[in-house]
């Protein structure tokens, strides 16, 4: 059904800035389109489990951050063009992980957007990696 593919990772050093990018098919979760599919990030770090980095709604007026992340990290979208992009700034070595892009339908709360098993649909992932 939904399609998402990221891209944008890479090596940068400590303080540096990324954007990742995340291009979604034109398909339908449950009778949805892209613009009623609530996006999301999450990261997983070598051995760890996957992480919540941030939230984003149909309209792009609802954001959710990690609070290690906020202030840092920007999540958007483009329903134009079926993007979702993380504008990554004062990028820290503990940011190091593999990023994942997601998508499901509803907002909700904190609790459900944070737990991975909520999120329907998952990207393969782009590497970011922080170097000291």
């Known amino acids: 059904q939904v399609q998402l593919v990221e891209s944008g990772g890479g090596l940068v050093q400590a303080g540096g800035s990324l954007r990742l990018s995340c291009a979604a098919s034109?398909?339908?979760?449950?009778?949805?389109?892209?613009?009623?599919?609530?996006m999301g990030w999450f990261r997983q770090a070598p051995g760890k489990e996957h992480e919540f980095v941030a939230a984003?709604?149909?309209?792009?007026?609802?954001?959710l951050y990690e609070d290690s992340i906020k202030g840092r990290f920007t999540i958007s979208r483009d329903n134009a063009e079926n993007m979702v992009y993380l504008y990554m700034t004062t990028l820290k070595p503990e940011d190091t992980a593999t990023y994942h892009c997601?998508?499901?339908?509803?907002?909700?709360?904190?609790?459900?957007?944070?737990?991975?098993?909520?999120?329907?649909?998952w990207g393969q992932g782009t590497q970011v990696t922080v170097a000291s």
């Open positions: 997601t998508a499901r339908g509803l907002f909700g709360n904190r609790t459900v957007l944070a737990t991975p098993t909520r999120w329907q649909f």
């Open positions: 034109a398909g339908r979760s449950r009778g949805r389109a892209f613009d009623r599919l609530v």
């Open positions: 984003l709604s149909w309209t792009g007026d609802s954001t």
